[in-house]
């Protein structure tokens, strides 16, 4: 099953998501054959102030422990977290 995840990151995070980037890359790094897409969501002013991502797993409890595992969950990044089923065409 294919899921679509949004993550939106709490207000004045910036420097926070910046320090942990190289963990978080490290870690998608590591389902690079699950992983369909990932990238940020930008603001006005082309800053990162969220994330999207696209993801293959079996189970709806293995996207929510990959994303709980997360380097940006872990330092509690994200203000809002959604998961949702995903079909993709193309």
Known sequence: MTYLITCKDKKNSLNLRLSTREKHIKYLKKIKNKLILAGPILDKNN?????????????LSDVKKFVSNDPYSKVNLFREIKIIKFNKVL
Do not use: M, R
Not at 47 to 59: A, H, N, Q, R, Y
């Open 47 to 59: 800053e990162p102030k969220g994330t999207v991502l696209i993801i293959d797993f079996d189970k």
